[in-house]
């Protein structure tokens, strides 16, 4: 295996990149794959704390709404473990 094949492989997707193009959002996440040991733990808190602060605003359908993310979320992982086997 080359080096250039290695570094192909270690490049992330396209939506990744884009995601990580983003101000904020980008900083957050390469923090939280790169970052320290605990970065993926506040990531976590930071999402969790955007959820009750968007029910705090926006009240029910805020958490409706998250609960449906978090919902197409399990769906995906199911997917992608099912077809890992």
Known sequence: MT???NADHDRPGPILRLLMA???LGWMLKDAMHGAEDAPLWALANVVLLIVLATAIWGYAALIIAYLG???AALAMII???RAN
């Open 70 to 72: 978090l919902t197409a």
């Open 80 to 82: 992608a473990i099912s």
């Open 22 to 24: 983003m101000p904020l």
């Open 3 to 5: 080096i250039a094949a």
